[in-house]
């Protein structure tokens, strides 16, 4: 599964994109965040507060307990600011 | 005739708003959205997520013809470094008649500003800051469904 990672949150974790393979347990977007903040002092900073993040599956804006079935590609992301 | 562009160069308002005009449209409005200067903003960056972002442009342009029976619409917006003054946004709506066209304009920068996954970040002099969110933007939003 690919993760990416923008604004803040890619600047504390010092990247912007990971592959990971999440064990069973890790059903939702939550449960995702939950296991990402162990990998690092920077995940961990980047996921202290996981209400201040979005997520988007496979390109789509999804809620934070949405399934990650057979997901691709997982983004986490601040609230966006364009325009 | 749908027009999205993510672009990093600036926005020539006069080609674009042309491209629109041509249609023979009634009515064109456009909206542009700009880099303000007035609180010590020195630069403004934009991120965004490639793919996604132009698939949501994308998306809502084709709800905005759908739903005002557009003749035209155009979205552009710029990604990366900018200064006060610099164009961020650019959108134009053509219909037969103004209100139409006047109020796609709006849904589109109203919705865009909360659809859209673009994240602008602040330079004051040395310090930077990731702009946050504001419920002002999620109410302007909600207010069209």
């Known amino acids: ?83 | 005739m749908i027009n999205v562009s993510v672009q990093p160069a600036p926005i020539d308002v006069g080609a674009e708003l042309a491209g629109v005009e041509a249609k023979g449209a009634g009515g064109i409005a456009s909206f542009i959205g700009s880099v303000r200067g007035d609180d010590g903003v020195t630069e403004l960056m934009l991120e965004h997520y490639p793919g996604m972002t132009e698939a949501a442009l994308i998306g809502l342009a084709e709800e905005a013809f759908v739903r005002w029976g557009l003749l035209a619409v155009t979205v552009v917006h710029r990604i990366g470094a900018m200064v006060p003054g610099d164009r961020i946004v650019f959108i134009a709506t053509a219909a037969a008649h103004r209100k139409e066209a006047l109020e796609a304009c709006a849904y589109l920068i109203d919705r865009l500003k909360t659809d859209a996954p673009f994240w602008k970040r602040e330079r004051r002099g040395e310090n930077a800051d990731w702009v946050e969110a504001k419920a002002s933007d999620d109410a302007a939003a909600s207010r069209w469904s």
């Open chain 1, 1 to 83: 599964m690919q993760i990416l990672y923008f604004a803040w949150v890619r600047e504390r974790i010092g990247t912007g994109q990971e592959s990971v393979e999440p064990p069973e347990a890790v059903r939702n977007v939550a449960d995702l965040i939950a296991w990402l903040g162990e990998r690092s002092p920077g995940h961990a900073e980047a996921f202290r507060e996981p209400a201040r993040l979005r997520a988007a599956i496979d390109q789509r804006f999804v809620a934070l307990d949405a399934l990650l079935g057979d997901a691709k590609e997982v983004a986490l992301f601040p609230p966006v600011t364009g325009g």
